[in-house]
Antibody
Framework: QVHLVQSGSELKKPGASVKVSCKAS????????INWVRQAPGQGLEWMGW????????TYAQAFTGRLVFSLDKSVNTAYLQISSLKAEDTAVYFC?????????WGQGAQVTVSS | DIQMTQSPSSLSASVGDRVTITCRAS??????LAWFQQKPGKAPKSLIY???SLQSGVPSRFSGSGSGTDFTLTISSLQADDVAAYYC?????????FGGGTKVEIK
């Protein structure tokens, strides 16, 4: 069955960078896109963008352009989200989800806390 | 960007009640509408896609309907296990957007 397993919690200082991983199993990795979704504490869901796992082409939501990088390591069926110049407002749970349109499968989420 | 407006933001109902959550899109989204359930500390779980198609394993008490800009999620007989937040989601175009969520509690 399809599984998306994300990396663990991270505590970072303002200005630092973080890289969250999303390891896929149970299907052919390059047949489905990986999306990234953010959920700030007590808030709703916010789509950050997606990466074409066949071509490696990322698409970023305009609200997040500039500090995000989506990447892949196809040798280990893993997608990555890197956020640079972290701010306190980046404190959130970051989810990966499989699919280009509907999103039936999600990772468990990775907590990123930004605090001095 | 397409705005998704959900209502109500919260509701309290008794076990066995019929519960309805609505979602309005700021423009037509054809049938590119999904619903998610999220329990505290957990990832969202896909319930419905393409307005009314039930994901595998989702109880039949959940159903979706609507077209164009107005959509509805119905729980025909609320169960204690349905306590959660519910989100609508449009994937008609990018950026994909979610409704603000509806918290469902048991009275």
């Amino acid at each position: 069955q399809v599984h998306l397993v994300q990396s663990g919690s991270e505590l970072k200082k303002p200005g630092a960078s973080v890289k969250v991983s999303c390891k896929a199993s149970g299907y052919t990795f390059n047949e489905y896109a990986i999306n990234w979704v953010r959920q700030a504490p007590g808030q709703g869901l916010e789509w950050m963008g997606w990466i074409n796992t066949n071509t490696g082409t990322p698409t970023y939501a305009q609200a997040f352009t500039g500090r995000l990088v989506f990447s892949l390591d196809k040798s280990v069926n893993t997608a990555y989200l890197q956020i640079s110049s972290l701010k306190a407002e980046d404190t959130a749970v970051y989810f990966c989800a499989r699919g280009k349109y509907e999103l039936p499968f999600w990772g468990q989420g990775a907590q990123v806390t930004v605090s001095s | 960007d397409i705005q998704m407006t959900q209502s109500p933001s919260s509701l309290s109902a008794s076990v066995g009640d019929r519960v309805t959550i609505t979602c309005r899109a700021s423009q037509g989204i054809s049938n590119y509408l999904a619903w998610f359930q999220q329990k505290p500390g957990k990832a969202p779980k896909s319930l419905i896609y393409s307005v009314s198609s039930l994901q595998s394993g989702v109880p039949s008490r959940f159903s979706g309907s609507g077209s164009g800009t107005d959509f509805t999620l119905t729980i025909s007989s609320l169960q204690a296990d349905d306590v959660a937040a519910y989100y609508c989601h449009q994937y008609y175009n990018t950026p994909q957007t979610f409704g603000g969520g509806t918290k469902v509690e048991i009275k």
